[in-house]
């Protein structure tokens, strides 16, 4: 009999916010900008109240902002796909959203907020017993 898949938690933080240079305009390069990243990941749920035994949020949060404030991307959809794959790559995180805000793009028009999101998943385990096929 197949076993059950352990239960799923979801883990939101919103409004991470940062300053970058990332865009194609060369003036985008050189002064910094807010970016703010909204993040929605799927991830096995605890099995006890332990911080080891599950993510710990401190972590996510640093992860989104060194990519906010270090190395420089021409497009947004880079960076949420960068943090996407970061996030994807610790342990316990199944599936993940990355949504990534930039109010100040220069625009020429008037607007409220300007976003792009990207999302992944990783592979399902194997379950104890199962056999490759």
């Not at 940062?18 to 002064?31: K, T, Y």
């Not at 929605?40 to 949060?61: E, S």
Request: glycine share 6%.
């Amino acid at each position: 009999m197949a076993r059950a898949t352990r239960p799923e938690a979801v883990i939101e933080l919103t409004g991470l916010t940062a300053r970058g240079r990332h865009g194609v305009l060369p003036q985008e390069r050189v002064e910094a900008q807010t970016f703010v990243v909204d993040v929605r990941l799927r991830v096995a749920a605890p099995d006890r109240d332990d911080i080891a035994d599950t993510l710990d949020y401190r972590i996510v949060a640093r992860i989104v902002v060194d990519r906010i404030e270090n190395e420089s991307v021409q497009l947004i959809e880079t960076l949420a796909q960068d943090i996407l794959d970061d996030l994807l790559g610790l342990n316990r995180v199944r599936r993940a959203r990355v949504r990534v805000h930039k109010p100040e793009a220069p625009l020429g028009v008037a607007f409220t907020d300007l976003s792009v999101s990207v999302s992944g998943e990783n592979p399902p385990a194997p379950q104890a017993g199962s056999r490759p096929q």
